[in-house]
């Protein structure tokens, strides 16, 4: 018998937040953005009046503006969204145990188990679950139903905002198959483009080709995204509260003032450098390969990757990955507005333990001594503050003046 999974996605949630205190704004176009004087001023979100104009999440104000000159703007208060969001949860919690959220606004259930004890009709259930939210949160949920986790996520995108969109097996081939390939799950433009120049543009199109074509085209990724494509995703809902360790870990920061020369990127690859590897520490993790992203003052990004030399949680290895990497990809006289470095390809650390080197033994002994310790530091910080110690790096002047920015953290599931 086939599972009964439904992902509910909180229609344009930071912008329904806010209006829930501006409700003369109901109705207008509406979008809420970073604080322009910090230098975040890009839309964070926005809702159907201001959609209509064509506004986009996350470009900035004045091309929104452009398109939408009575735009309405409203301050992002992250607080607010976590407190509806943890509220939103409680609710689904009612109807069953097996709740994953995925993100702050977007959670599945998994009512196999629990459905006969709402009256064994899933659109019913799913239809009750919306009017629960509008009448107990002022919110409203577009609610996928289907038989795998993907499917109903695609349900819940299929039609917005406040509707219930059900996809079971027979469906798959009038729903799912037409739609272009970049609304399934994980399917970005990078590997969209790739599947172009095979001939493949839609779901249906995935799903009819070789799944052996589609792995030598992008990997291990093709694979699983043909499973996708064809309906054999089985992947399970997780228990309310059970986190999956993340696949990537990654910090980022928006800088108050352009950085421009050697000092000052250094200053900045540390800063992040450290903050990744203290979470990957945190997780128990180790990454093997580390990623930059270097943003100009025109908004043009580089993205840069290499292995590490070996599995690490070192920000003194992530670092000088970092440092390579721009060696080759940026001048140090080129202003840098925003820069993020990720970890990926992770490991938890009984797995990614590291062989003696015969060729470079000091390298691996050098490795190991910096990870002991980074760890002291660890220790150190949490019982008496961030503040008792750091490397020397921090106190240069170029440290001190990007130290206090906000950061932007990315832990991807």
């Known amino acids: 018998m086939d599972r009964v999974i439904f992902h509910c996605d909180l229609n344009a949630f930071y912008a329904s937040v806010e209006l829930l205190q501006y409700p003369q704004f109901r109705t207008a176009p509406v979008a809420v953005c970073g604080d322009p004087s910090a230098r975040h001023g890009i839309i964070l979100a926005k809702n159907e ?18 398109k939408c000159p009575d735009l309405i703007l409203l301050p992002a208060h992250h607080d607010k969204y976590r407190y509806y969001s943890k509220l939103a949860g409680e609710v689904y919690t009612r109807y069953t145990d ?24 899933p659109v019913a259930l799913a239809n009750q679950l919306r009017d629960v939210m509008k009448q107990e949160l002022g919110l409203t949920i577009s609610v996928g139903v289907s038989f795998n986790k993907v499917f109903a996520k695609l349900g819940s995108d299929y039609k917005k905002p406040d509707a219930t969109t059900v996809i079971w097996r027979e469906d798959v081939p009038r729903i799912v198959w ?3 390939v970049t609304d399934l799950l994980f399917v970005g ?55 999956p360790p993340p ?3 990654g910090n980022g920061l928006t800088f108050r003032r352009n950085l421009v020369g050697e000092e000052e990127l ?10 990744v590897a203290l979470r990957l520490r945190r997780h128990q993790m180790k990454c093997t390969t580390v990623q930059v992203a270097l943003r100009s003052p025109e908004f043009k990004t580089i993205q840069r990757q290499k292995a590490t030399p070996a599995p ?39 797995e990614a333990g590291e062989q003696l ?11 190991a001594k910096q990870e002991k310790l980074e760890r002291a530091m660890d220790q150190l910080q949490d019982r008496y503050g961030k503040t008792i110690i750091g490397y020397a790096s921090r106190q240069t002047q170029a440290a001190r003046a990007i130290a206090g920015d906000e950061e932007k953290k990315e832990e991807k599931p």
């Open 49 to 66: 009046a201001a959609k209509a104009f064509g506004v986009k999440t996350a470009e900035t104000i004045w091309q929104a503006r452009r």
């Open 98 to 121: 097996l709740v994953e959220p995925f993100g702050i606004d977007e959670s599945w259930l998994d009512v196999t188990g629990t459905l006969h004890l709402f009256g064994g009709d």
């Open 178 to 180: 037409p739609l272009p």
């Open 189 to 243: 433009r990078a590997s969209a483009r790739v599947l172009e120049k095979a001939g493949i543009r839609t779901i249906g199109d995935l799903a009819a080709a070789p799944r052996d074509q589609v792995e030598r085209l992008l990997g291990k990724h093709g694979g699983q995204i043909h499973d996708y494509a064809t309906g054999e995703d089985h992947s399970p809902v997780r228990p309310a509260g059970e986190v």
């Open 247 to 249: 696949k990537s870990v």
């Open 266 to 275: 250094r200053a900045g690859v540390y800063l992040l450098a450290e903050r």
């Open 312 to 350: 690490t949680n070192v920000s003194r290895v992530i670092a000088q990955c970092v440092l390579e990497l721009m060696e080759a990809a940026w001048h140090p006289a080129s202003p840098l507005r925003a820069m993020t470095i990720t970890a990926a390809g992770l490991l938890p650390e009984e």
């Open 357 to 367: 080197d015969l060729l470079a033994p000091q390298a691996s002994a050098r490795r």
